[in-house]
């Protein structure tokens, strides 16, 4: 069934119930162990089930999308990012050697993000990465959060964020004004630029200012 043939009606529906939850991210690459390392150190989180997957011969196809993948069937790894509720949220590696090493093309995924306690949580975070010789892309103040970019091995956009706002009523207010829905994004910073004036002890309402 394609989106333009989806019932005029489905969304009043699915709109009654509950919200989901985000709970698993999987990457398919042709790049096992540099993603593995790197997710792995970006994240400093361990890896907590490894499968090494069978013979390629052997894979299951599936015919209602060539996409689908078994994780028993390749070389994979799952990474508990929390463990609430139950199972929490979890990030994945599926190894498929047949995959080109860029996903530029591909019309799937266009970046994931993480999500930090504060800011001085996310640019611990980064100072860390931009030490080892990693390199954002890009940094920015949107209003409602503040982001650093950065690519994984596979040129995945990763984006490491945290809230601008800790309070509910202040944040929907920002949303709602018309400075936010007439630039949405916000305002682009340098990475390395704002994260000195952030150590420098700039008062925060001047460094989220847009």
């Given at each position: 069934?394609?989106?333009?043939?989806?019932?005029?009606?489905?969304?009043?529906?699915?709109?009654?119930?509950?919200?989901?939850?985000?709970?698993?991210?999987?990457?398919?690459?042709?790049?096992?162990?540099?993603?593995?390392?790197?997710?792995?150190?970006?994240?400093?989180?361990?890896?907590?089930?490894?499968?090494?997957?069978?013979?390629?011969?052997?894979?299951?196809?599936?015919?209602?999308?060539?996409?689908?993948?078994?994780?028993?069937?390749?070389?994979?790894?799952?990474?508990?990012?929390?463990?609430?509720?139950?199972?929490?949220?979890?990030?994945?590696?599926?190894?498929?050697?047949?995959?080109?090493?860029?996903?530029?093309?591909?019309?799937?995924?266009?970046?994931?993000?993480?999500?930090?306690?504060?800011?001085?949580?996310?640019?611990?975070?980064?100072?860390?990465?931009?030490?080892?010789?990693?390199?954002?892309?890009?940094?920015?103040?949107?209003?409602?959060?503040t982001s650093y970019y950065f690519s994984d091995p596979?040129?995945?956009?990763?984006?490491?964020?945290?809230?601008?706002?800790?309070?509910?009523?202040?944040?929907?207010?920002?949303?709602?004004?018309?400075?936010?829905?007439?630039?949405?994004?916000?305002?682009?910073?340098?990475?390395?630029?704002?994260?000195?004036?952030?150590?420098?002890?700039?008062?925060?309402?001047?460094?989220?200012?847009?």
């Amino acid at each position: 069934m394609s989106v333009q043939s989806l019932p005029a009606d489905l969304h009043k529906a699915t709109s009654a119930l509950p919200s989901p939850r985000v709970s698993e991210i999987v990457l398919q690459t042709a790049q096992y162990e540099l993603m593995r390392d790197w997710y792995s150190s970006v994240l400093g989180l361990s890896w907590s089930i490894t499968n090494p997957g069978g013979a390629p011969e052997n894979r299951r196809r599936f015919a209602g999308s060539p996409k689908q993948t078994r994780a028993s069937d390749v070389r994979s790894c799952f990474m508990f990012l929390d463990r609430s509720p139950v199972h929490g949220q979890v990030l994945a590696l599926f190894e498929l050697p047949e995959l080109s090493d860029s996903p530029s093309r591909d019309p799937g995924l266009n970046h994931f993000q993480f999500r930090h306690a504060n800011l001085a949580a996310l640019l611990d975070r980064v100072e860390l990465l931009l030490g080892a010789g990693l390199q954002a892309h890009r940094a920015s103040n949107h209003g409602p959060v503040t982001s650093y970019y950065f690519s994984d091995p596979d040129q995945n956009v990763v984006e490491l964020c945290c809230n601008n706002f800790d309070d509910a009523e202040k944040l929907k207010a920002f949303i709602d004004s018309d400075a936010f829905k007439n630039n949405p994004s916000g305002i682009d910073v340098d990475p390395k630029d704002f994260l000195a004036r952030f150590r420098a002890g700039e008062p925060l309402d001047q460094l989220l200012k847009i």
